[in-house]
């Protein structure tokens, strides 16, 4: 049985759940996670459990172990960290020249997680084809100015990519409206 599609399948959930700057709860976060590697665990321990019941144990056991580590995962930075994070995007948002690209680097206090606030030069919301719904769902002035931006992290090993669309309110305040792809 070759695991590389699954694989991909579930690191691929798990990052995106790891990615929810304050868009999802933490236990949210962690169900998403342990969800796909639970199965994950179980695909890969049925296939070293070999036949018959084994295979079930193996599946059984991958699933429980997949489940705990996926969780823990998505779980990489604390909430304290995706705080500050969310923190530092939105004041780079409010500082960095709209013109251009720009981009910050922060460091958590607590731990060795750092990253990098990467922002395009801000565009008018009908410039940006995903930006047009999204101003209108989170009802935002028609000349609404947006801005993509990509977030990357690095704990320990793990590392992780984030892209979102901010726009700005009538008030001034930049505010996420549409995650978007990152490579």
């Known amino acids: 049985m070759d695991l590389r599609a699954p694989?991909?399948?579930?690191?691929?959930l798990m990052f995106l759940a790891a990615c929810q700057h304050g868009q999802m709860s933490d236990e949210t976060k962690c169900a998403?996670?342990?969800?796909?590697?639970?199965?994950?665990g179980g695909l890969i321990g049925a296939k070293l459990g070999g036949?018959?019941?084994?295979?079930?144990?193996?599946a059984a056991l991958g699933a429980g172990a997949g489940g705990m580590l996926g969780c823990q995962f998505v779980m990489m930075l604390s909430k304290r960290e995706r705080e500050d994070i969310d923190r530092s995007t939105r004041q780079a948002?409010?500082?960095a020249p709209t013109d251009?690209?720009?981009?910050?680097?922060?460091?958590?206090?607590?731990?060795?997680?750092?990253?990098?606030?990467?922002m395009?030069?801000?565009?008018?919301?009908?410039?940006?084809?995903?930006?047009?719904?999204?101003?209108?769902a989170n009802k935002l002035p028609a000349n609404a100015i947006c801005r993509?931006?990509?977030?990357?992290?690095?704990?320990?090993?793990?590392?992780a990519s984030?892209?979102?669309?901010?726009?700005?309110s009538a008030q001034g305040d930049w505010l996420p409206v549409a995650k978007q792809a990152t490579g």
Do not use: F, H
């Open 148 to 159: 993509q931006v990509r977030t990357d992290v690095q704990a320990g090993a793990q590392t």
């Open 100 to 118: 251009r690209n720009d981009s910050i680097s922060w460091r958590s206090p607590e731990t060795a997680a750092s990253g990098t606030i990467n």
């Open 32 to 40: 998403i996670g342990g969800i796909g590697g639970a199965v994950l």
């Open 93 to 95: 948002l409010a500082s």
């Open 51 to 58: 036949k018959g019941d084994g295979r079930v144990v193996g």
């Open 162 to 168: 984030d892209g979102t669309l901010y726009c700005r």
């Open 7 to 12: 694989a991909v399948a579930m690191a691929a």
């Open 120 to 136: 395009a030069p801000s565009q008018p919301a009908s410039a940006l084809p995903e930006a047009r719904e999204a101003v209108s």
